[in-house]
């Protein structure tokens, strides 16, 4: 049974530059989640989706940020512009219910 | 609000020694709980979770927690440790009525250290 799956893993961008960060969660799972890793923060939830519908968020930064799930397969979190505070480790979790969060590998994002 | 407390940020013990790594939490009811570890460079995964009944729960790679009600607390345990173990835990708690969202709230995190 294939995990939740995360692409790019590593992505170097330039100030300014549009990032695209992509998630496929778990097969019949309703729930999505956005989180972002980094060592001075800790693991902040940013945004998550009931049935591909956004319910709550407000722990994304500002406007730079927006996400989306157009279907119950794929969903996207888009930085744009992006600065250098953004550098971090983004992480998608999806869970059936409250059952648990199952988390992809996580994608490194350093911006230059 | 949940709230979660990981008392320790840094444990080490002896491989083959005993593992205790303590959680509290703060809910107005008695919660979902969670323990999660993160290897460097990997994602979190689900060791174990506590919904309801009994409350010694198993999970994998041998460990297992306890939630005591009376201490608000969820302590994951192993009898004994593996080099393999090293790596960061997370212990989470979630919101049992829907209403109040389905999100985790997770503690700081416990760095495992394990010396040969």
């Known amino acids: 049974d294939a995990g939740v799956i995360q692409s790019p893993r590593h992505e170097v961008t330039e100030m300014g530059q549009e990032v695209t960060l992509r998630c496929k969660p778990i097969?019949?799972?309703?729930?999505l989640f956005w989180y972002r890793q980094t060592m001075m923060r800790g693991l902040e939830l940013l945004i998550y989706?009931?049935?591909?519908?956004?319910?709550?968020d407000s722990g994304m930064p500002e406007d730079r940020f927006s996400a989306k799930m157009p279907n119950a397969s794929f969903s996207t979190l888009k930085i744009q512009p992006s600065e250098p505070r953004d550098s971090a480790v983004y992480f998608c979790?999806?869970?059936?219910?409250?059952?648990?969060?199952?988390f992809g590998p996580g994608t490194r994002l350093t911006v230059l | 609000a949940q709230s979660v407390t990981q008392p320790d940020i840094h444990i080490t013990v002896s491989e083959g020694a005993s593992l205790e790594l303590r959680c509290n939490y703060s809910?107005?009811?008695?919660?979902?709980l969670f323990w999660y570890v993160q290897s460097p460079g990997q994602g979190l995964q689900l060791l174990l979770k506590y919904f309801s009944g009994d409350t010694l729960v198993q999970g994998i790679k041998g460990f297992e927690a306890e939630f005591k009600r009376s201490q608000s607390s969820f302590n994951l345990r192993k009898p004994s440790v593996h080099w393999s173990d090293a790596a960061e835990y997370f212990c989470a708690v979630g919101a049992r009525l829907m209403e109040y969202g389905n999100k985790l709230v997770f503690g700081a995190g416990t760095i495992l250290r394990v010396k040969s």
């Open positions: 809910y107005g009811a008695t919660p979902y």
């Open positions: 989706f009931n049935n591909n519908v956004p319910i709550d």
């Open positions: 979790a999806s869970s059936q219910g409250s059952l648990g969060q199952y």
């Open positions: 097969s019949g799972h309703d729930y």
